[in-house]
C-alpha cells in the first residue's frame, strides 16, 4: 500500500479507512488509530483524495519529491502500515517502517518513471496521470480488499 502512497498520497488512507469502515466498524474510539476507522474520517479522506487526483493535472503543480510532498508519502505511508497491521493483530512498528518505504521507493520510482514517460518517450502528462490514477486506485484497491482484519483489534 505503501507504494501506491507514492503515487497519490490520500488514495491509500482513503481505500484502507473505507475498508476498516466496512469490516472492524469502532463505535468508540479509544486509541487514535480507531478515529481512522470512523464513518466521517472515511469520507474526508475520500474527497481529499479525489481532490488530490484532480489537482495533479493542474499546471504548476509542485512534484512529488518536493521535501513537503516527499515527508507527506511518507507519513501517509507509515500511517497507513501502522493502521493496516494494526488491523491484521501486526506489529504496529514493523508495519509503519514498510509503509513508509514502500512509500519512499513508490514516490521515486514512479517519479522518475513518469518523467521518462512524459519528456523522453513524449507521453503527454495528462495521459500519463490518468493511467497512474488508474494503477494507484486499482492496485491500492486490490491490496486493501485482501486484507483479513483480525478477530481481536490488537491493543
Known amino acids: 500500500l505503501g507504494a501506491t502512497i507514492g503515487m497519490r498520497a490520500l488514495a491509500g488512507p482513503a481505500l484502507l479507512s473505507r475498508k476498516l469502515v466496512r469490516t472492524t466498524p469502532v463505535n468508540e ?71 513508509g518505504v514502500g512509500a519512499v521507493a513508490g514516490t521515486l520510482v514512479t517519479f522518475q518513471l513518469r518523467q521518462w514517460l512524459t519528456h523522453t518517450a513524449g507521453l503527454p502528462d495528462s495521459v500519463v496521470a490518468l493511467a497512474e490514477d488508474v494503477l494507484c486506485v486499482g492496485a491500492g484497491w486490490a491490496i486493501v480488499n485482501s486484507i483479513e482484519p483480525a478477530r481481536q483489534r490488537a491493543y
Open 29 to 99: 474510539p479509544q486509541r487514535p488509530v480507531d478515529y481512522f476507522i470512523q464513518q466521517p474520517v472515511a469520507t474526508a479522506l475520500e474527497v481529499l483524495a479525489a481532490a488530490e487526483i484532480l489537482t495533479d493535472k493542474l499546471p504548476g503543480v509542485p512534484n512529488r519529491t518536493v521535501p513537503v510532498q516527499f515527508v507527506g508519502r511518507m507519513v501517509s505511508g507509515g500511517s497507513c502500515g501502522a493502521v493496516l497491521s494494526e488491523a491484521e493483530g501486526q506489529s504496529v512498528l514493523a508495519g509503519s517502517l514498510a509503509g
